[in-house]
């Protein structure tokens, strides 16, 4: 399972997005088991495509996140203040692997 988390807009707008990459098989079973729990809570491969808010303002974050995962590719963009908490506990775990910590 390979996972792409892309942080775009802010102030800074789409010229800057913040990237974090983590492929699970790089990580320890632990932790690659723990995000693996994550997406599965999250209901990733379920999820509608777009979670936005009703009336984002321009300086708002958009989220997207890639899974690849055994031929299968979802992406999903939502402002995180819009997206339900289980798919914000994702991103952090995404984050916290990436950054090279452990959750």
Excluded at 38 to 48: H, I, K
Excluded at 63 to 75: N, P, S, Y
Excluded at 90 to 99: E, F, P, R, S, W
């Amino acid at each position: 399972m390979h996972i792409t988390l892309k942080i775009i807009g802010g102030f800074t707008g789409p010229a800057a997005p913040e990237i974090h990459e983590v492929d699970l098989d790089q990580l320890s079973q632990a932790d690659a088991t723990r995000l693996r729990e994550l997406v599965a809570a999250a209901g990733f491969f379920s999820l509608l495509p777009e979670i936005r808010k009703p009336a984002p303002a321009s300086w708002d974050f958009v989220h997207e996140l890639t899974i690849r995962d055994a031929g299968k590719v979802h992406t999903v963009r939502f402002h995180l203040d819009a997206a339900p908490a289980t798919l914000r506990a994702l991103c952090d775990g995404v984050i916290a692997q990436a950054q090279g910590g452990t959750q």
